[in-house]
């Protein structure tokens, strides 16, 4: 008789659709109080400066949209540091311009 097989399988941290990547935050370690604003510190590429700024390939993020709608308006710093990571599933960063959760 064989024993059960264990298959495990890993998400991948990031996956590249023509002009976008796309990040899961699964993938990444963070406490359970954490805000966008920590993934974001974890993700190849992309930096935060201690005012909250972000770039990407050196250049600046100036929105982040939430199911594709401004959510705090032009404040990308209000939504990182105010949204838990539970609200996002994925973390797109479109053509450098902008950071989709």
Request: aromatic residues 4%; without cysteine; charged residues 30%.
């Amino acid at each position: 008789m064989l024993s059960d097989a264990v298959v495990v399988g890993k998400m991948p941290e990031v996956i590249v659709k023509e002009d976008t990547l796309e990040y899961n935050p699964a993938s990444y370690r963070l406490q359970g109080n954490a805000v966008v604003e920590d993934l974001l510190k974890r993700l190849p590429g992309v930096e935060v400066d201690m005012n909250g700024q972000i770039t990407v390939a050196e250049k600046a993020i100036r929105r982040v949209m939430v199911d594709g709608e401004d959510f705090f308006g032009n404040d990308p710093t209000m939504t990182t540091r105010n949204l838990d990571i539970d609200i996002s599933k994925k973390v797109l960063d479109e053509k450098k311009k902008f950071l989709n959760l």
